[in-house]
């Protein structure tokens, strides 16, 4: 080979080595991703291809609800094929105890019913129905978490017991699913338990007697069917196949409808469990209220006041990459002890608000039978926090609120309604209770009415959440409901001095009445008043009010007069000559009356020496720090 091409042929071979060197160093340095790196992507693209698995599957919320030991947890086993870390009673004080403690999930998948592939083109979106069964406790005490259930779900399974009917707490469910939800299946279990040769009219006659109790409500034509979710109860020897349970599930697709899934908007999430994984991180659990998630978004638990980012998305075991409205998911974040959050909402960073007090709309419940009297404090359950409130009721003013008021009660303008509209422009009338629409003072439907809530501690709620009053510390064995009034939040005080700085808006005011009596006249246009007001009494508050007298004349108050507390008044118009007659005639008696006459004076008629009274009507505005008193 000639000098020249060796030369060369080094030459080559040296600048591929390097080349190849350089290309690894750079391979090694710059592309290659790391091991977490290339986990990661594994793992998303993974949950991608769950995620356009998942697309074809619609999500619908069941609550089933009852009371304790009608065997809901035992009908949820039954329908299931799915269980949650929460499901079927796993709290071992649960299985201590032998009833539900807490909100339990599990779910199953059945083919899309025909009646909703032709809705709005979700033949293409969807090919099969999955049922997110939310077990709820029934114990009389765990009300609160029911009430939390409830507003998770998109149709409620009341499940009675056969033998015992409705009792207090299937009451109770029914009006909470009344307050959250659309539809519902009653459910008769423990049909096992009833002698075969009468077990088909016990079942009608308890179907036409609960038809009976479902008439005065929205769910008069709800269905009612059969099943024994355990025959033979849980003590059982040989466990036999549920009975029922094909047709419940045939019933429940009947029952289905498209509910509302919308991804857009901002992100709220109710969870209802929490726990850590080793190696993995929190998984918060729960439902997706309004908007939709996806790994690598950033979330607010905003009663804590801090924000993580989303590792990874499950939905009953399946990972997913990201999830929408209606959904159940578990939500993997890292860095956050699960101690800190047993229950609360997973948001959008500042889309929530955390309030000290609220103005709502309100509407007693009509099974309550305990009276709603302003200042009483009450349970309050706002969005899915429940915490004790004072509570302050009020209306719209009395229909001629120029006139003197002859009762301290407003009278029914019109029909109430939870989305009457509140407005810090206009004025309103305290009231010292809620006003009902029944009786003969006030025959009709009910006013339009608000309350004032003051919470004990600080709630983090969405705007126009629903709201519910109650009174959870009654007696549990006492044969009465004690959820006592719903309302919507209209207006929520995130400043926690509220009381100074946004309550003297409020324009709710007082009417107040005061008497008393005239004890001389002065003159002609003058006279001198007693026993309206008292000695401490700032006058200055009352200068320039105007009084009536019981004989018809028009003054104002003009001053104080000595120290007694006494007042002199000014009559424009001028005194009546019979009224004039009468005070001096008055005077003149109370003059004998001061002599040592003493029986001259039992001998006159008691007629003529009754005092003319004064009368001042004015109003006073309740968060008015100045307490200044407005005439009528």
Known sequence: MPQTDRKNLLLLTSLCQNTAVFAFFFRSRVQRPTRKKRKAHRAAVKMSESADSRVKTLNFNVGVLGHVDSGKTSLAR??????????????????????????GFSSFTVDLPDHLRGNGGLRQQHDSLQFTLVDCPGHASLIRTIIGGAQIIDLMMLVVDVVKGVQTQTAECLLIGELTCPRMVV??????????????????????????????????????????????????????????????????????????RDPGGDLLMAVDHCFSIRGQGTVMTGTILQGSLAINDTVEIPALKVTKKIKSVQMFRKPVSGAMQGDRVGVCVTQFDPKLLERGVVCTPGSLRTLYAAVISVRKIGYFKGSLATRAKFHITVGHETVMARVMFFGLPPADASQPPSDTKPSPPQPCSLDSPFSFEREYFYQDEYVTGQGEASPGPEPQQWALLEFERPVTCPSLCLVIGSKLDTDIHANACRLAFQGRLLQGFEDKGYAETALPRLRIYKTKHKEGQVERVTDDYSVIGRNLFKKETNLQLFLGLKVVLSTGETGVVEGGFGQSGKFKIRIQEGLFPETK?????????????????GPTNEEEPKTDSQPVAIHLHFKRYVFDPHKKMVQL
């Open 187 to 260: 459910v008769l279990n423990k049909i096992d338990l009833l002698p075969a040769n009468k077990r088909q009219s016990a079942i009608e006659k308890m179907t036409k007697r609960l038809h009976k109790t479902l008439e005065g409500t929205r769910f008069k034509e709800c269905p009612v069917i059969a099943v024994a979710a355990k025959p033979g109860g849980p003590e059982a020897a040989a466990p036999e196949e549920p009975h029922g349970v094909p047709e419940l599930i045939e019933l429940l697709k009947k029952q289905t409808y498209l509910p509302q």
């Open 581 to 597: 007659q009468l005070l001096s005639s008055t005077s003149k008696k109370k003059g004998k009356g001061g002599s040592k006459s």
């Open 78 to 103: 039954a329908l299931s094929s799915t269980a949650s870390t929460a499901a079927f009673d796993k709290n071992p004080q649960s299985r201590e105890r032998g009833i539900t403690l807490d909100l």
